[in-house]
C-alpha cells in the first residue's frame, strides 16, 4: 500500500473513476492519505462522486508519472466518518482548508477496500499489489 500511495503522491494527480447509472465518470483528484492503515481519498458530500460511490462504491483510479509509469487500481470505496481521519487528511492538503473543515457535514473521506493496483510501464513487468 505504501508503494501506491508514493506513486500516486509522485503523480500529483490521479483520475477517479465512478458508475453514475450505466455510464462511467472520471475526474481528476489529488487528494490521497494513509490513515490508520488504510489509503484514503477525500471529496466534498455535495459532489456527484461522492453520491456515485454511495450508490455504487467500486472505483478505479489511473494515474501516470514523469518516467511513464502508470498505475490502475480497482477498489472498493468505503465511507468513514471518522472525525480523526477527515482531519488527518486536511492536515496534510491545507490548501483545502478554505472549503472543507473536519466535522462540517461536507467533507467525506473513503478508504480503499479490497484493492488491487497495478503498475505498469513499457519496459518492466507489471507489479501487482493487494491491500
Known amino acids: ?5 508514493e506513486f500516486l503522491k509522485n503523480a500529483g494527480v490521479y483520475y477517479l473513476a465512478t458508475v453514475e447509472g450505466d455510464q462511467p465518470r472520471v475526474r481528476p ?7 490508520e492503515d488504510k489509503l484514503y481519498i477525500q471529496t466534498g458530500k455535495v459532489k456527484p462522486c461522492a453520491h456515485q460511490m454511495k450508490a455504487n462504491p467500486k472505483v478505479e483510479i489511473s ?4 518516467d511513464h509509469k502508470w ?6 470505496a468505503v465511507l468513514d466518518e471518522n472525525i480523526e481521519a477527515q482531519k ?3 492536515d496534510a492538503y491545507p490548501n483545502l482548508q478554505a472549503m472543507y473543515q473536519p466535522g462540517d457535514g461536507n467533507t467525506e473521506v473513503y478508504y480503499l477496500k479490497n484493492a488491487v493496483a497495478q503498475i505498469c510501464s513499457f519496459t518492466e513487468p507489471p507489479v501487482e499489489i493487494k491491500f
Open 88 to 90: 488527518h487528511m486536511l
Open 63 to 66: 494515474a501516470m508519472t514523469a
Open 29 to 35: 483528484f489529488g487528494t490521497i492519505d494513509i490513515f
Open 1 to 5: 500500500m505504501i508503494r501506491v500511495y
Open 71 to 76: 498505475i490502475r487500481i480497482a477498489a472498493e
